[in-house]
């Protein structure tokens, strides 16, 4: 059997997924660690040299890079696999670092991974827009692993009497992604009837200067209920316990949240959340593709979401109803169990046509 390994990237969450999750049930090996700092060096360099093909998750950095050169100079199949866009001036979230130092690190991650592209003998992205921007570069196919979840990481959503909680989750509580509903967060405020619960943003930390603009404004919020980020394996039971009776998932229209997933609807669908999320006028939002968007309001007119959250509240047990089936929409198109086998498939079918 061909001898797959996943290399983990900088990220935990997105290795939890793009990684972890397909080696697991796809019958191929990863590091099963989520921080660079505790990785096996010594064992994640023998299982490179092992492997027939190795992927190489988000390869953004020099040392990537150049790993790919020697393992391809030895003869390994090199998958290059990622579920960002880092074009510069298109909306990546780096602006937290000040608009200079932003744009030229933007620049330095797109020309790894423009560098990447071109060593790789297959490319793998998570939506479609992002595989059209990578086929641009690569030099090799280009196709499309959709992330998905894991069953086993449904927990109960638990439930908290009084004032409906509305969760803001990760990065739709900063990188601007909010700003246009404000006006919407402090109506809402106003009425003393919701809790906005945020996780994601270090409310104290001067490790994260970067979130100081973002906190401003959600400390002027009176209701509120904050809560820090966690590790990738504990992230969908603090999910469940954040209580949420609404997850809202605001987007600036630009050109990187075009290239994101929907990752942010399915999680919380597992968690049985009713869910409220961006469309765009041109319909390149995550949120409209598909059937995906039969399971949750999509809002593409700002002026739209304080009425669709005043209905929401008003007529919860509908909107409840219709997380229960999208929770059971997204077990059936977005479980790893079945999805796994695609990604070794397509891994093999592209190796064997190299050789």
Not at 61 to 86: C, H, P, S, W
Not at 130 to 156: G, H, M, S
């Amino acid at each position: 059997m061909l001898k797959i390994f996943f290399l983990p990237g900088a990220y935990d969450g997105c290795y939890f997924y793009r990684g972890y999750l397909p080696a697991i049930y796809g019958n191929m090996t990863c590091m099963t660690e989520f921080v660079q700092q505790s990785w096996d060096k010594d064992l994640m360099h023998k299982r490179t040299l092992e492997a027939d093909v190795v992927v190489i998750q988000r390869p953004n950095d020099g040392y990537r890079v150049e790993l790919m050169k020697a393992l391809k100079q030895k003869g390994k199949f090199i998958v290059f696999d990622n579920d960002d866009t880092y074009l510069p001036g298109k909306g990546v979230p780096l602006n937290m670092l000040g608009s200079d130092k932003a744009r030229e690190l933007a620049i330095h991650l797109s020309d790894n991974l423009n560098k990447a592209l071109k060593i790789a003998d297959l490319v793998i992205a998570s939506t479609h827009v992002l595989a059209e921007e990578y086929r641009q570069t690569a030099t090799c196919p280009v196709v499309v692993c959709k992330n998905t979840i894991d069953p086993l990481d449904e927990y109960p959503r638990r439930r908290v009497p009084g004032k409906t909680r509305i969760g803001f989750i990760g990065s739709v509580a900063s990188n601007d992604d909010y700003i246009h509903v404000k006006d919407v967060i402090r109506a809402l405020d106003a009425s003393n009837d919701v809790t906005f619960v945020v996780l994601g943003n270090p409310q104290n930390n001067s490790n994260y200067k970067g979130y100081e603009k973002d906190n401003a404004f959600w400390q002027t919020v009176k209701n509120i209920e904050w809560h820090e980020f966690v590790p990738a394996t504990r992230y969908h039971k603090k999910l469940a316990d954040l209580a949420l009776d609404i997850a809202l998932i605001p987007r600036k229209d630009n050109y990187f949240n075009r290239c994101k997933s929907n990752i942010k609807f399915v999680e919380c669908s597992l968690a049985r959340i009713p869910v409220i999320a961006q469309g765009f006028t041109n319909k390149d939002s995550p949120y409209q593709d598909g059937k995906d968007k039969k399971y949750m309001q999509v809002i593409t007119d700002d002026k739209d979401w304080l009425p669709a959250i005043k209905n929401t509240i008003k007529n919860y047990d509908q909107y409840a109803t219709l997380a229960d089936r999208a929770h059971n929409y997204v077990l059936e198109h977005y479980n790893i169990k079945k999805y796994a086998k695609e990604w070794r498939q397509i891994i093999e079918q592209h190796y064997a046509n190299r050789h």
